[in-house]
C-alpha cells in the first residue's frame, strides 16, 4: 500500500503543475493568475474538492500522445462560497494554451451534470485558446455538448461565465449562453473572429483589445456585465454576485441582516430637481431607498439611459430596473430595453422580486431606432415585465409617458404595487407636446400665440400632469411622500413573500428575439 499511496502523491503533485513552471511563470508575466491560483481566490478556504485531476487526453495526432499533462488543462470540481456550494471549471492556459479537448469538455460537462442534479450555481472561469487544433471534430463536439448544457440549465441553476484570457471562435457561446459575463482590463478578450480575419474580410486594423477587450464589451456590443482592472477584483465580485441569488430556481436568495430602525429617507424629498427637464442620477434615489451599500449595479457602462442591478430591502434580494435622467433623458431605446429586459428575465427565472423606479419621457425617435427594430426590441422589456411572476413594485418618481408608461411595469401587465410620488407626472406625452396638438386652432388664432401656449400647457399639466388621474383609476395605489418610500416597500416586499402565480400551461413563450 505504501507504494501505492506513493504513486497517487507523485501523480497527484505532477496535476498541480499543469503545463509546468515556465509556463506558469508566462502566465504571471502577463498578469494573469493560474487556474489554480483563481480557484483559491475564489473559494472558501479549504473547501474545494478537484474531480478529475488525472484525467488524460485522448489525441493521438501531430505527436500531442507524447505530450501527456494530468488534468488535460481544465481544473474542475466543487466548493463552498460563503458557505453555499457551487461548481466550478478553470481552464488552465498553462496547458496546450487551456485549448479544449474531448476530455477537457467531458470534465466541464461531468460539473455542469452534477450541478443540475444538486441544484447548485456553475461559474467557470475562461482562459483558453479554443478547440484543441490537434483533436479535429471531436473538440467541436465538445464545444456543443456544453452549449447544449447551458442552454438546458438556463433558469434552472444560475450560470456565471469569467473571462481570464483568450476566449474565442465558437468558444465564445458558452459564456454568451450563461447568465453573467465578467472581464478583466487587458487581459481578457472575446470575439467570433480575430484581428487578423477581420483585416482580410473588411480591411479594418484593429487590436485585439480594440476588437473584444473589456471596453468594448461593457460599452458598446453589452456581452460582458461586468469588467474589472485585475482578476483579483473580479473574482472577488463574483463571490458578491452569487450572494443575492439562490442556489436554483427552486429557491429563495440567502437573507442578510440590516440595520432595521428608522426607515424615513428625507433627502428622498429633495433628490428630484424641481424643474421637470432637469436631470438628475437615479442611482441616489436606489441607494437611498435599499440597505446601505447593497446595490451591485449590472451593466453599468452598456445602455446608460437605463440602470439595472443587485440590491437588498430589509435584507432580502430585490431586482432594481430604473430608468436614469442624466443619460438620454431616461428615454427607452432598443439597447436600453434588451438591457432591461434581459435582467428581470434573470430575476424572475431565480424568484428576485423586481422594484421599477419610473422616470421615462418615452421611446426614443428616429430612422436609427425604427430602422434597428426598437418595436421588436421594445417589446422585449414589456414582455419580459408581463411574464415576470415574482413580487413587482414600481415607484413612479417623475416621468411615465405614452408606451413607456406600460412598459415599465405598470399595474395593466402584472405589477403587484404601484406607487407615484406627488410630482410624478403620467400622460402620453409631455405637457407641452399634447397641448400644441389638442389646441392647434387655440394657439394659431390667438393674438399672443407665446401667452396662449402658455396657458393651454399650465392648463394640461394642472389637469393631467400628475398622478392623481391615474390614482383615481387605481392604475396607482398610492401617492407617497418620497421620504416614506423605503419603510412602504419593505413592507409591500414582505406582504408578499409567499406570492404564487401560474401562467397558463406551454411549452415555452416566444418573446419577440
Ligand atoms: C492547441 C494551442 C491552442 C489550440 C494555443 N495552443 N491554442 N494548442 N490548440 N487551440 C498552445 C500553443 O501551441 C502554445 O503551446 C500554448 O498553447 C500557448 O500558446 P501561445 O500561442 O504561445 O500563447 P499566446 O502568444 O498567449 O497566444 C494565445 C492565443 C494563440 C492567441 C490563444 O495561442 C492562438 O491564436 N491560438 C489558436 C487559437 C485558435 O485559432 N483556436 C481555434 C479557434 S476555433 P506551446 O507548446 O508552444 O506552449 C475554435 C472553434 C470553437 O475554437 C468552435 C466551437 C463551436
Redesign the pocket.
Known amino acids: 500500500m505504501k507504494e501505492q499511496v506513493e504513486k497517487l502523491n507523485k501523480k497527484k503533485e505532477q496535476a498541480l503543475l499543469g503545463?509546468g513552471q515556465k509556463?506558469i511563470d508566462d502566465q504571471h508575466k502577463?498578469g494573469k493568475l493560474t487556474a489554480r491560483e483563481r480557484l483559491d481566490l475564489l473559494m472558501d478556504a479549504g473547501s474545494f474538492e478537484e474531480i478529475g485531476a488525472l484525467v488524460e487526453h485522448r489525441g493521438r495526432d501531430f505527436g500531442i500522445d507524447k505530450e501527456i499533462y494530468l488534468g488535460d488543462g481544465v481544473v474542475t470540481g466543487y466548493g463552498t462560497i460563503n458557505g453555499r456550494i457551487v461548481y466550478v471549471f478553470s481552464q488552465d492556459?498553462t496547458v496546450?494554451?487551456?485549448?479544449?479537448s474531448e476530455t477537457h469538455a467531458e470534465k466541464i460537462c461531468k460539473i455542469m451534470d452534477l450541478a443540475m442534479k444538486n441544484g447548485a450555481p456553475v461559474i467557470g472561469l475562461n482562459d483558453s485558446?479554443?478547440?484543441?487544433?490537434?483533436e479535429g471534430v471531436v473538440?467541436?463536439g465538445g464545444?456543443?455538448d456544453i452549449?447544449y448544457r447551458n442552454t438546458v440549465a438556463s433558469g434552472v441553476i444560475p450560470q456565471i461565465s469569467a473571462i481570464l484570457g483568450?476566449c474565442?471562435?465558437?468558444?465564445v457561446?458558452s459564456p454568451a449562453i450563461t447568465d453573467f459575463i465578467m472581464m478583466v482590463e487587458q487581459t481578457s478578450y472575446m470575439f467570433v473572429t480575430?484581428p487578423n480575419v477581420v483585416k482580410t474580410v473588411t480591411h479594418e486594423d484593429v487590436t485585439s483589445e480594440e476588437l473584444g477587450g473589456a471596453y468594448a464589451h461593457a460599452s458598446k456590443s453589452g456581452v460582458t456585465h461586468f469588467t474589472y482592472a485585475n482578476e483579483v477584483e473580479c473574482i472577488n465580485s463574483i463571490k458578491r454576485l452569487v450572494s443575492y441569488m439562490p442556489q436554483n430556481c427552486d429557491e429563495q436568495a440567502p437573507v442578510y441582516d440590516y440595520e432595521e430602525g428608522n426607515e424615513v429617507r428625507e433627502k428622498l424629498n429633495t433628490v428630484i430637481p424641481a424643474n421637470p427637464n432637469q436631470p438628475y442620477d437615479i442611482r441616489e434615489v436606489i441607494t437611498e431607498i435599499v440597505d446601505g451599500d447593497s446595490f451591485h449595479e449590472v451593466h453599468k457602462d452598456y445602455a446608460e439611459n437605463i440602470v439595472v442591478g443587485f440590491a437588498r430591502i430589509g435584507g432580502r434580494s430585490i431586482g432594481v430596473v430604473a430608468n436614469q435622467p442624466a443619460v438620454l433623458a431616461g428615454v427607452l431605446d432598443i439597447n436600453s430595453s434588451k438591457k432591461g429586459a434581459r435582467f428581470v428575465r434573470f430575476c424572475d427565472c431565480f424568484n428576485i422580486p423586481l422594484l421599477t423606479l419610473v422616470d421615462v419621457p418615452g421611446f426614443l425617435p428616429g430612422t436609427d431606432q425604427e430602422w434597428h427594430g426598437i418595436i421588436t426590441n421594445g417589446a422585449k422589456l414589456l414582455y419580459a415585465f408581463s411574464e415576470a411572476t415574482v413580487p413587482k413594485i414600481t415607484v413612479i418618481v417623475r416621468k411615465a409617458y405614452g408606451g413607456a408608461y406600460d412598459v415599465m411595469n405598470s399595474k395593466h401587465i402584472g405589477a403587484d404595487m404601484n406607487y407615484a410620488w406627488p410630482n410624478a407626472e403620467i400622460a402620453v406625452m409631455g405637457a407641452k407636446g399634447a397641448a400644441e396638438i389638442i389646441f392647434k386652432k387655440e394657439i394659431s388664432s390667438a393674438e399672443n400665440k407665446v401667452a396662449k401656449l402658455k396657458e393651454v400647457v399650465d392648463a394640461y399639466a394642472e389637469n393631467f400632469a400628475n398622478p392623481y388621474k391615474a390614482a383615481a383609476r387605481g392604475f396607482v395605489d398610492e401617492v407617497i411622500e418620497p421620504s416614506q418610500t423605503r419603510a412602504k416597500l419593505i413592507r409591500a416586499f414582505k406582504m408578499m413573500e409567499n406570492k404564487a402565480v401560474k401562467l397558463p400551461r406551454k411549452k415555452h413563450g416566444n418573446i419577440p428575439l
Open positions: 503545463g509556463r502577463k492556459f496546450f494554451g487551456g485549448s479544449l485558446g479554443g478547440a484543441r487544433i490537434q473538440s467541436l464545444y456543443a452549449f483568450p474565442a471562435g465558437g468558444a457561446y480575430g
